[in-house]
């Protein structure tokens, strides 16, 4: 896409913590006026303070993205501040963590409302404006569980398979608007705060596996889809493990992880069940990071990745081999 040289404008919906508030600092810092929303309007106006005291020029629109008419609101109120809407970061994601049928039907719901839902009435009011204007990049932040399914989590995996197909969609019918980008953003794992708010109805603590992203490497990811847009960006070297595996064996590798489930919740320690920030913004101190990485070696997610399609590629070799031996 040609640079255009006046500042450019991007919305951030989920801006108030983890990906979306480092992607607010990374493109304040390179001259974009911003355009922040999510449902905790106090989180939003600190980052709102803080960029505006590095010079940059910031609308604050307190969002709830499940709400269509909350999402056009929020494109009219882009496009008053700006003129016009250079980038849409659909960067939205709830999640709850229990067997599925321990999940109320209410928190399946939700999740669903503003994982799928929201990002497609995202998508619907700022397209129109991208074809008017004959340009502009909507990201789309997915998740590597778009390519593998993760137990314990249905909805939130059902929304991010959902994304995955609407992305698909949406570039085959822009196909004919040249300027106009559709990109898929597909992490491993990341230190968010995302899973502190995720509704728990497990009745234990969770804490993530290892190793985990660097909340700022995937902003970096983003950042770059408004000057290189492609249609599917993979940050994390997990990612190709999930898709191998899932590839190779998908029934065998989703039981292994869920077996590694099992054997985690059998001696976490207890801990309230929670709806978390399913239906309300969670309401403690904005922040970038989770806490929840530990050091590790440059090596080890090599070795992992490697170690995890070597079991599962011989798995499925064990599998194809037992199938073709004589009865």
């Known amino acids: 896409m040609a640079t255009n040289p006046s500042p450019r404008t991007a919305v951030i919906t989920g801006a108030s913590s983890g990906i979306g508030r480092a992607t607010a600092r990374l493109f304040a810092e390179r001259g974009w006026k911003l355009v922040l929303a999510a449902r905790d309007a106090g989180a939003l106006e600190t980052l709102a303070t803080e960029l505006r005291g590095r010079g940059a020029a910031v609308a604050v629109v307190p969002t709830d993205i499940g709400d269509n008419a909350a999402v056009l609101a929020l494109a009219e109120a882009a496009q008053a501040f700006s003129g016009t809407i250079d980038l849409w970061f659909a960067n939205v994601g709830i999640g709850a963590v229990g067997r599925f049928e321990e999940v ?18 995202e998508a619907h009011a700022v397209l129109p404006i991208f ?36 992305s698909e969609a949406l570039r085959a019918e822009q196909a004919a608007h040249p300027h106009i980008h559709i990109c898929d953003v597909y992490p491993a794992l990341v230190d968010t705060p995302a899973l502190d708010h995720a509704g728990n109805y497990t009745g234990k603590a969770i804490h993530p596996p290892t190793p ?11 950042v770059r889809l408004a000057d290189h847009p492609r249609a599917t960006t993979l940050v994390g070297a997990q990612n190709w493990a999930a898709r191998i595996g899932h590839a190779l064996a998908p029934t065998l590798s989703l039981k292994i992880i869920d077996r590694w489930f099992e054997g985690y ?26 806490g929840f990485r530990k050091p590790v070696t440059r090596r080890l997610p090599l070795l992992l990745v490697g170690g995890t399609l070597l079991a599962l590629s011989g798995a499925a070799l064990l599998r194809r081999a037992s199938r073709t031996e004589p009865s």
């Not at 109320?104 to 009435?121: C, F, K, T």
């Not at 059998?266 to 970038?288: C, E, K």
């Open 265 to 290: 919740f059998a001696q976490a320690r207890p801990a309230a069940v929670t709806s978390g920030n399913l239906f309300h913004s969670p309401g403690d101190a904005p922040r970038v990071d989770g």
């Open 212 to 222: 985990l992203l660097e909340p700022r490497r995937v902003a970096e990811a983003v």
């Open 104 to 121: 109320p039907i209410e928190a399946h719901e939700q999740v669903l409302r503003s994982n799928l839902m929201g990002h497609l009435y």
């Open 131 to 166: 074809q008017r204007q004959g340009r502009g990049v909507f990201v789309n932040m997915i998740s590597m569980v778009g390519f593998a399914a993760a137990p314990m989590a249905a909805a939130y995996s059902a929304s991010k398979f959902g994304l995955k197909g609407l």
